[in-house]
């Protein structure tokens, strides 16, 4: 019988044992992998509950803004208010008195609307006309240029970019 090398032929446990190391890596790695999807599983829920909390915030936050969003323009013109009602409260008010208080309290509103963002659109004769802040009533023969406006009958009020009331104006007619 020939003599080999004994690490060179495994013997028969450890042939055994190296059989069997395939099936418990693969059981290492299989709880491995369960402990990581179960890891993973709990950052997904949590991932979950965050979004559904920011989202109830979100509406929340989106609720309050509805409910209290004219309580900052109310407040600007509980003085206008205040105007109005001590003007009437005067007995024996004369004509002169009665304007001085209307035009004192006219400019009351008209801070009180510019302060909340409310700008009035009342363009000048001559001016372009323009369909996205003014709407014309009539059209008129004049020398100006065509759709260029003529007169304005009432102003025209915008918040912001958007358009509360265009402004209602005579145009000129096209030649």
Do not use: C, W
Request: without cysteine.
């Amino acid at each position: 019988m020939p003599q080999g090398n004994p690490a060179e032929e495994p013997s028969t446990a450890a042939e055994a044992a190296q059989s069997l190391d395939p099936l418990a890596d693969a059981q290492a790695e299989l709880a491995n992998l369960k402990a990581q999807n179960a890891d993973l599983a709990d950052q997904y829920l949590r991932a979950q509950a965050d979004v559904q909390n920011a989202r109830r915030r979100a509406d929340d936050e989106i609720a309050k803004a509805r409910k209290f969003a004219v309580e900052g323009f109310a407040d600007s013109l509980l003085p206008v208010l205040d105007s109005l009602e001590a003007g009437l409260a005067i007995p024996n008010v004369t004509l002169e008195q009665m304007r001085e208080g209307s035009e004192a309290t006219l400019r009351q509103l008209k801070s009180a609307l510019e302060r909340n963002k409310v700008i009035e659109i009342a363009p000048a004769a001559g001016t372009k006309f323009d369909p996205h802040h003014h709407q014309a009533i009539s059209v008129v023969p004049a020398e100006q240029e065509p759709n260029t406006v003529v007169t304005v009958l009432q102003k025209g009020y915008q918040i912001a970019d958007r358009v509360l009331r265009p402004a209602l104006v005579t145009v000129t007619a096209p030649k």
